[in-house]
């Protein structure tokens, strides 16, 4: 069993002892879902064929919008579910179409903190499911936008105020908003650097008194991981995913060491159950495989246990006969030839 097939039994594992089920979907769908959605994808590229009744077809480049779709409104429930699917869309490694196995979970219905604080916690159980170097990185772009609207500006310089805060251009920032209420303006340019421990992030908010309904839900999540000792892998970064059109509340994202992208992305949706029709709450997270198996194929080889240390003018054959003898005895054994000033890079 390779390393993505052992992480996805182990996620399996892991969802339904927190009573989700599993999601199951064809390998397409009717183009019309992605087609008015595209905003929404990850990917721009949508693979479509004609079916033989005629139908405009798509590859699915994603799996949320066929969960939203098809479950259904029913108050005072919540659906739970995870899947572990193909999905067929431009990779960010190769940057070429990828058949790539995406797994994650959803919650929908009627939600409240509970339903939110679960879904955070197992993000995190996820992402050290993976590696035990991992960082859950959470930001709130609702603070940011209410912040930046009541600063009054147009249309226009409010979309470049998001901009420069994403971009954590600070100078600029201040700059744009020079002519706005100074305080308004001074509390929006250090909401803008708010970055790392979580608890440390939340005392900086207290001290500006702003945001309180907002910040509500930090609050919560930031009291359960360290009851649950998963404290030390939480940071706040509120600058992040401020301009976003497709989360409502809460924005995830998840980093393990080793990878320079998210290998987790997800947050509340409310706003894209809305736009499908859907009153219900919703949040979710996807893991992308396709960067842990880049990954997988890149890590560190398993540390030696001995180190045998050759020079050119010694027999070839006598240090592979120890360390054949090594590696014999079960040990882990790696040869080194030394050269002037050092050894050669193995």
Do not use: W
């Amino acid at each position: 069993m390779d390393t993505v097939e052992k992480t996805n039994e182990a996620l399996k594992q892991l969802y339904e002892s927190f009573a989700y089920k599993q999601y199951k979907m064809s390998k397409f769908e009717e183009y019309d879902l992605y087609a008015g959605n595209k905003d929404l994808l990850a990917s721009e590229g949508i693979i479509t064929f004609t079916d033989t009744n005629g139908k405009l077809m798509a590859l699915k480049p994603d799996v949320t919008l066929s969960i939203v779709r098809s479950t259904k409104e029913q108050a005072g429930t919540v659906s739970k579910v995870f899947y572990s699917e193909n999905v067929y869309r431009i990779s960010e490694s190769s940057k070429t179409y990828k058949e790539i196995m995406q797994t994650g979970l959803e919650c929908l219905g009627d939600l409240d903190d509970y339903s939110v604080l679960e879904v955070v916690l197992l993000a995190a159980k996820s992402l050290l499911k993976i590696s035990d170097k991992a960082i859950l990185s959470i930001s709130l772009p609702s603070l940011i936008s209410s912040a930046v609207e009541s600063l009054g500006l147009g249309q226009e310089d409010s979309k470049k105020a998001l901009a420069l805060i994403e971009s954590k251009n600070i100078h600029e920032l201040a700059a744009l908003t020079e002519g706005c209420d100074k305080k308004a303006a001074a509390d929006l340019c250090v909401l803008a650097k708010l970055s790392g421990n979580a608890s440390d992030v939340l005392e900086q908010l207290k001290e500006l008194g702003i945001g309180e309904a907002d910040t509500r839900i930090l609050s919560l999540i930031c009291e359960s991981f360290y009851k649950t000792g998963l404290g030390d892998i939480l940071r706040f970064d509120l600058s992040a995913e401020c301009g976003t059109a497709y989360y409502s509340g809460i924005v995830l994202k998840g980093y393990i060491e080793g990878i320079p992208s998210p290998v987790l992305s997800g947050g509340r949706y409310d706003a894209l159950a809305r736009r499908m029709g859907k009153k219900y709450g919703a949040i979710g997270f996807a893991l992308y495989m396709d960067l842990l198996e880049a990954f997988s194929k890149v890590s560190e080889p398993a540390a030696a246990e001995s180190v045998l240390l050759y020079t050119e003018a010694g027999s070839a054959v006598d240090v592979l006969l120890k360390a054949n003898e090594l590696s014999e005895q079960g040990k882990r054994v790696r040869a080194v030839r030394a050269v002037k000033g050092g050894v050669s890079n193995v």
